[in-house]
């Protein structure tokens, strides 16, 4: 299957402080990557979708100016976590849509903020 | 409002034997569905799929029904294996290719 990198695997940051999260697709181009958060024990919820080119549209809820996303190219988005707090501590997943009606999954960035 | 249920937090089963999920939905305009296994930390990993206009879609050990009128699919992995054990996801998907996710069911797979 088609294969989704993110970095870092895990950051640990302080208070205030803003974190940049990288989600790339390796062998295929995405014109729409997703950012997901998941709580312990929880779902994915879905934060925004990521488009090419393009603002991303975030979901009810979800602070744009906090949570900052890029999409530059077909194979690489962005996440910006600023002013960072604690209760921003959890899972990142990002997903790229492939060609097929998949969406396939990075392995996820644990934050920690301090 | 939860547009995707899985009601089983939990399964065990025994090696060999069948495991069935289970996940309900409420939005008929979803038109696919896609199962995800998901290892603590780890991003989830795509299983199987079914569109709307199918009732079975099989792959291996793994099968996954789809009942419309019901608004209910089910995941059928036979003969479980211990390496199956993980946390399985339902997921449907909508417009601009969002999915939404249930909250998942811990599959156990006892040796």
């Known amino acids: 299957g088609a294969v989704v990198s993110q970095h870092p695997s895990r950051v640990i940051c302080k208070s205030g402080t803003s974190v940049k999260i990288e989600c790339r697709s390796l062998d295929f181009q995405a014109t729409t990557m997703f950012w997901y958060r998941q709580f312990p024990k929880q779902s994915l919820m879905l934060m925004a979708t990521s488009n090419e080119g393009s603002k991303a549209t975030y979901e009810q809820g979800v602070e744009k100016d906090k949570f900052l996303i890029n999409h530059a190219s077909l194979t690489l988005s962005t996440l910006t976590v600023t002013s960072a707090h604690p209760e921003d501590s959890s899972f990142y997943i990002c997903?790229?849509?492939?060609?097929?009606?998949?969406?396939?999954f990075g392995p996820g960035t644990r934050l920690t903020v301090t | 409002d939860q547009q995707v249920k899985q009601n089983s937090p939990s399964l065990s089963v025994q090696e060999g034997r069948i495991s069935i999920l289970n996940c309900d939905y409420t939005?008929?305009?979803?038109?696919?569905f896609l199962w995800y296994k998901k290892y603590p930390a780890e991003g989830p990993t795509f299983l199987i799929s079914i569109s709307s206009i199918k009732d079975k879609n099989e792959d291996g050990r793994f099968t996954v029904f789809l009942n419309k009128s019901a608004k209910h699919l089910s995941l059928h992995i036979v003969p479980s294996q211990p390496g199956d054990s993980a946390v399985y996801f339902c997921a449907a998907r909508g417009s601009n290719y969002k999915l939404t996710f249930g909250k998942g069911t811990l599959l156990t797979v006892n040796p």
């Open positions: 997903s790229a849509d492939s060609s097929s009606y998949e969406q396939y």
């Open positions: 939005n008929s305009m979803f038109d696919y």
